[in-house]
């Protein structure tokens, strides 16, 4: 998979991102570090993809194990107040309309944990090799 960023002006620090078939993906920066706020920015986009993850891990577990789930709703509020000293908090809270067995919505959310986001931000050994476009 390839995703190509592109500035969408010379001053601003909004991006038109595409990935594969999407287009027209906007990401901005706060007005705090001279963003425009005109869409979400990065770190919106990291935590977005872990809650959506969550949400689509626990719903296929649901439907391979035949369960009557009827929606996932996910709530992700980051704490990134100690960001510059290695900290960056995210809670999550998850509902599951339509299991009212408590110890299926328990395994919903030990099986959304094991998302592969989850996994990724908490347990791989990410490397990152940033080189000039030749």
Known sequence: MTIVITSMDRHGLRQRAEIESFEDIIVDAPKIVGGEESAPDPHDYLDLALGACKAITARMYARRKEW????VGVTVTRDDSQERHGVYRVDIEMAFEG???EKQRARLLEIADRCPIHRLLTTSDVQI???MDT
């Open 99 to 101: 299991i009212e067995d």
């Open 129 to 131: 090799t940033t080189k």
């Open 68 to 71: 009557p789930l009827e929606k």
